[in-house]
């Protein structure tokens, strides 16, 4: 187990420092200087060498790269070129209203899923089945931004349940989830249309199995065949999808939270690309990768939890 | 055929028919507006309602097609296009530094979300259709690239490709004489998916400005543009919407009724 | 006598497709009743059917009588008791018949556990008991071992302990040593007479293999296409052999080829101290990567026109030595040279040798482009020819190898999925000889194959031998085979070649220690009373 771990933490370590690589590069090539565009084009010489020098600009791009990585590892994500702001602060605060949202949709569509997805498998090709299969075809088809849509024109704007976008902040934790909860379902139910249909095929492949014959010759139901001996074999892909889907969930949230009006990353990075604050973007867009990056990680070592296979490589 | 695939393709030739016709004709004008007729529910003369301009949504609809297929299509073009050589010299050389860097660099791009990649060229390039394909096709290539390595992997195993070694052919001409042709089921399959996921995406980044931009009609910033008008005219944002759903559910329908038939499993059990 | 299982006028259909038809046997306690015929004879479905446990869509008739009950009229949660306390099966594939991410001794004391039989620390102690009964004591092999840290054989004796938790009156086995090395299977065999005889349980035993079945049961059922053509008791049913069936499984199970007199002339291909070593995957980060040795100084020689047999249990480095010397493989030490060129020159395959070495694999299913027509298949080893022919010249040698291996030439339009396994192989063998290479290689190349087709397929090597004067290396885990189609023979065992010699001499006299436990294993027939000429049709399989 450790030797595994060990393993896939070096594989993370790279990738971060690839990765970091690639958007720095990115980022370099873009037309343009940053500090004459924040000054506008008559501004004078000699103002905008003091800005630069001020932003960290006036020296070479290996220097440069290297500041901004060994900031970010030290949690220093450099300056808003804008807003002369420390960019972790403003981070910091919009990962409040982000975060929570990919968690509370990836919750949500676990929950619905899992349920879904069991019930299809065991009753494969019967009417029930073929409910929860029309019923994720359609659900893997919906945009979720327009589902978003739906839900404000149906719960807020026809039912008044819920307000129509806007976050009140955590001070009333009560009143915050009440805010994210439309968004978390329009982020979570093409996800968990998805995860229903992995959990479904991946159980009805196990159920195949031969071991699972021998569960039954054992004399077991095909229920406690399904429950002690499926379940568990199946839900290795079905992690995977969930690891994939992270990453899904966090990009998806900056559409969504253009819908309803949230504060989170996606409003500041929107906000960051329209005002060529680009060491905004490039921190921000780091620490979505590090986050997807982070989370396959974690996807890997519960595979080895799940499976015993891996835990011992011989 | 199974209903699926005939639901499926109907769908899809229906959307592609639509997109082909709009280079000719449409209903109404796309750029003529009429401030006076706007927001008009659906009616004799506008089949599908105005928008809040007064343009004609059904022409909109159409000619929006063309921008969505043309985006996820070509964006699928690049995915297998690089993708699938990708998978089969990897595959080749299971375990060697080509491998190893050919799937590293897979996972590193797939730790950037299509709309990451989006977020990262529009940045630095300004938004624009053309941005919108390298983005969802950057993302396409480790899908192919992985879903081709595993299955020339198995297929490597099998005793048909030793007969092949035997019989003295490279390694290169055994990819495209013998493992190749045993995939194009499976990439047709996956192509018709990522081509539906294609669809969404360029939907999403259209949405928040990202994509295609004025006058390039398409249905994401056409459900931008209703957001506003959601209480007043619903049916200016649910017309756009209810047609990405259609035309990502009839290419699904068609990626799995074509699996279905392709199935050797199932296939067997027919003959 | 009280019967214990009472089959009476089975029948099994799916839609309008009769799988079974009526089907009548009987089991008594402490009785063991072989069920054995071809695959396709409906064996297993029997089997599954007296489980309960046939695949969906799937109809049964007639009646299964367990101690008089009829279990075709139960309900499912009444079959749910039965199952695994009165009625066990063991199944044939040992490596899939456990949940890999169980621990063994939790999947033993389910079935215990399951019935209500005992509370955990009963099922525990009772899960311990038959592991050690099954030859698995709980010191060596823990309970808290998962399936993929066992071998095959270990597996299988899970399987079986698992079984018998309960003391069921009824085993039921599909197949039980088939996936198995005939070390492992004797092993096997033995543990299961044993557990009739103790625990006086009947056993219904499914299996193809006839020799198996001489030495194992008290009668015998055969069954051919659904329908049980005959049985009896063993002994009687060897004497008569009324139905003209199981007269020609009986003979083409022991069918011996006819060989022409071997002519060696000449050294052809010479295989000096080979070494090939798998590297293993690193247990630490920065340990130094261990190896597996599949080949450990491996060393002979094959003679112009010779026919050398290799035997060897599964894993010993069989087909690992076929694709060194057909130069798939680089190896680690020691040549492999074909007339004293060698046939990987600086890890490139040498084209000239590789032209006069050909193969046919195991696996008739595998080895064919499934997209190519047959044509197209059996010239691809024309490749290798500096000049190839080329239109009508190309398939007239196509037909030629067609026909010489008893297909006719308008089959070169056909795509390989119509054609049955014994086909294939014929498929495959006229593909290896249609370069004409003075080396051909058999790996296993009649292992998948049922008795009567496989003994057609020998037949079929030894008419080409005689025809063409073949020289080959025929590699194989059964030793009759081998014993009927070769000269000499090579022993191995992981990895090293542990015995050599002309082939009846080491199979009649084995001087080391493995070969005569491999002999001792190998079940074998009885003499057939009333004569015993061998002589398998002719026909197409």
Redesign the interface.
């Known amino acids: 187990m450790g030797?595994y771990a060990?393993?896939r933490l070096i594989s993370l370590a790279v990738s971060l420092l690839v990765a970091s690589l690639v958007i720095f590069l990115v980022v370099e090539v873009a037309p343009g200087d940053p500090a004459s565009y924040m000054l506008g084009i008559n501004a004078d010489p000699g103002t905008v060498a003091n800005l630069r020098a001020e932003l960290g600009l006036d020296v070479s791009r290996a220097e440069r790269y290297l500041d901004w990585v060994g900031g970010m590892l030290t949690g220093d994500f450099g300056t808003s070129y804008t807003y002369r702001t420390p960019v972790a602060g403003m981070v910091a605060e919009r990962l409040r209203v982000s975060l929570p949202l990919a968690l509370y949709a990836l919750g949500l569509a676990v929950l619905l899923a899992f349920p879904a997805g069991i019930y299809a498998a065991a009753r494969r090709g019967r009417a029930g089945d073929m409910g929860v299969m029309a019923a994720t075809q359609l659900g893997v088809a919906i945009p979720n931004f327009w589902f978003a849509m739906l839900l404000v024109l149906f719960f807020s704007l026809t039912l008044g349940w819920f307000g129509a976008g806007g976050f009140p902040g955590w001070d009333d934790p009560l009143q915050a989830i009440k805010a994210l909860t439309l968004p978390a379902v329009a982020l979570a139910l093409p996800q968990a249309a998805i995860l229903a249909r992995v959990m479904r095929s991946s159980l009805i492949d196990i159920l195949g199995?031969?071991?699972i014959?021998?569960?039954?010759?054992?004399?077991?139901?095909?229920r406690?065949a399904l429950w002690?001996?499926g379940l568990?074999?199946a839900l290795i892909p079905v992690l995977t999808i969930i690891g994939l889907q992270f990453s899904f969930l966090l990009a998806g949230a900056i559409i969504i939270e253009q819908v309803f009006f949230l504060p989170g990353l996606g409003r500041l990075i929107f906000q960051a690309i329209t005002q060529r604050d680009l060491i905004v973007v490039e921190s921000v867009v780091m620490l979505l990768v590090f986050a997807v990056i982070t989370v396959n990680f974690l996807t890997d070592l519960a595979y080895a939890a799940?499976?015993?296979?891996l835990r011992v490589?011989? | 055929m199974s209903a699926k695939l005939v639901t499926g393709a109907a769908l899809t030739a229906l959307f592609l028919a639509a997109a082909a016709l709009s280079f000719l004709w449409t209903p109404g004008d796309v750029e003529a507006m009429n401030i006076a007729a706007r927001l008009q529910p659906p009616s004799r003369a506008h089949l599908l309602g105005t928008d809040h301009f007064g343009r004609d949504i059904l022409s909109m609809i159409m000619t929006g097609a063309r921008t969505s297929i043309a985006v996820a299509l070509v964006a699928v073009g690049i995915g297998m296009g690089a993708g699938v050589p990708l998978g089969l010299a990897a595959a080749a050389r299971q375990g060697g530094w080509l491998d190893e860097i050919i799937m590293r660099a897979n996972d590193l791009i797939f730790a950037f979300p299509s709309l990451v990649i989006a977020i990262l060229i529009t940045a630095v390039f300004g938004p624009g259709a053309v941005n919108a394909i390298v983005a969802i096709g950057i993302f396409n290539v480790p899908v192919f690239a992985r879903l081709t390595r595993g299955a020339a992997l198995s297929l490597w195993r099998?005793?048909?490709i030793?007969?092949?070694?035997?019989?003295?052919?490279s390694t290169p001409r055994i990819s495209a004489e013998?493992i190749l042709?045993?995939l194009a089921n499976l990439l047709i399959v996956q192509g018709t998916i990522q081509f539906s996921l294609g669809i969404l995406a360029e939907a999403g980044l259209s949405y928040v400005g990202l994509g295609a931009q004025p006058p390039v009609p398409s249905w994401g910033r056409m459900l931008a543009d209703a957001q506003t008008m959601v209480a007043l005219a619903p049916h200016v944002a649910i017309i756009p919407g209810l047609a990405i759903v259609l035309m990502v559910l009839g290419l699904n329908l068609l990626g799995d009724g074509l699996r279905d038939r392709f199935d050797p499993r199932l296939r067997e059990r027919r003959a | 006598m009280t019967e214990l299982l009472e089959i009476e006028s089975l029948g099994v259909a799916a839609g309008t497709h009769r799988i079974l038809r009526n089907v009548s046997l009987r089991v008594a306690p402490g009785e063991i009743l072989a069920l054995t015929g071809e695959s396709g004879s409906g064996k297993s479905m029997t089997a599954l059917a007296v489980?309960g446990?046939l695949p969906q869509g799937l109809a049964a008739r007639g009646a299964i009588r367990l101690d008089g009950r009829d279990l075709l009229g139960l309900a499912?949660?009444q079959l749910?008791?039965?199952?695994?306390?009165e009625v066990?099966?063991i199944?044939q594939?040992p490596m899939?018949?456990?949940?890999?991410?169980?621990t063994i001794g939790a999947q033993v004391m389910?079935?215990i556990r399951?019935?209500g039989a005992a509370p955990r620390a009963g099922a525990e102690a009772r899960a311990r008991e038959v592991l050690e009964r099954v030859g698995l004591p709980p010191d060596r092999v823990p309970l808290t071992r998962?399936p993929?840290e066992l071998s095959g054989g270990q597996r299988q004796r899970v399987?079986i302990a698992?079984?018998i938790a309960l003391r069921p009156r009824l085993l039921v086995a599909d197949e039980p040593t088939t996936a198995l090395d005939v070390t492992t299977q004797a092993q096997i065999l033995e543990l299961l007479r044993g557990l009739v005889r103790d625990e006086g349980m009947g056993l219904l035993m499914i299996t193809h293999d006839l020799a198996v079945v001489a030495g194992m049961a008290d009668r015998i059922a055969v069954m051919q296409e659904g329908e049980v053509v005959e049985q009896g008791p063993t002994a009687d049913l060897f004497a008569q052999m009324r139905h003209p069936y199981p007269r020609r499984l009986f003979e083409a199970s022991r069918h011996r080829a006819a060989l022409p007199p071997p002519a060696p002339d000449g050294r052809l291909l010479r295989v000096e101290e080979v070494r090939r070593d798998y590297p293993?995957?690193?247990?630490?980060?920065f340990a130094p990567r261990a190896a597996h040795r599949a080949l450990d100084d491996v060393s002979f020689d094959i003679a112009r026109g010779e026919r050398l047999g290799l035997v060897g249990e599964s894993g010993c480095g069989k087909s690992t030595l076929a694709?060194a010397i057909?130069g798939?493989e680089p190896v680690q030490g020691g040549t492999i040279t074909l007339d004293g060129r060698p046939v990987l020159d600086h890890g490139r395959?040498d084209?000239e040798v590789?032209?006069r070495?050909?193969?046919v694999?195991?696996?008739p299913y595998?080895?064919?482009?499934?997209?190519h027509r047959v044509g197209r298949l059996v010239a691809?080893?024309?490749?290798?020819l500096p000049d190839p022919p080329r239109g009508a010249a190309r398939e007239a040698a196509v037909a030629d190898a067609l026909t010489a291996v008893g297909l006719r030439p308008e089959h070169a339009e056909s795509h390989i999925h119509a054609f049955s396994g014994g086909q294939r192989q014929r498929i495959?063998i006229a593909?290896a000889l249609i370069i004409r290479p003075e080396l051909v290689i058999f790996d296993e190349a009649v292992s998948a194959l049922d008795v009567s087709v496989r003994a057609r397929i020998l037949d079929l090597i030894a008419e080409l031998s005689r025809q063409y004067g073949l020289t080959y290396l025929f590699i194989s885990h059964d030793l009759g085979v081998v014993r009927s189609i070769t000269d000499r023979v090579l022993v191995m065992r992981s990895g090293e070649i542990v015995e050599r010699g002309a082939t009846e001499e080491v199979f009649d006299n084995p001087g080391h220690w493995y070969t005569k436990s491999l002999v001792a294993a190998a079940p074998v027939l009885p003499p057939l009373e009333g004569g015993g000429k061998t002589d398998a049709g002719h026909d197409i399989p």
């Open positions: 030797f060990l393993k199995e031969d071991f014959r021998t569960a039954r010759a054992k004399g077991l139901s095909r406690q002690r001996h568990r074999n799940v499976d015993p296979r490589r011989r | 099998r005793e048909f030793l007969a092949a070694r035997v019989a003295g052919k013998h042709p045993n | 489980m446990l499912e949660p749910c008791d039965i199952r695994g306390r066990a099966m199944f594939e899939t018949a456990l949940n890999p991410v169980q389910e079935t399951v019935h998962y993929h399987v698992m079984a293993l995957p690193r247990r630490a980060l694709r057909l798939l395959p084209p590789r032209r070495v050909q193969v694999f195991q696996d595998g080895s064919f482009n499934p997209r691809e080893p024309f490749h290798l495959a593909r």
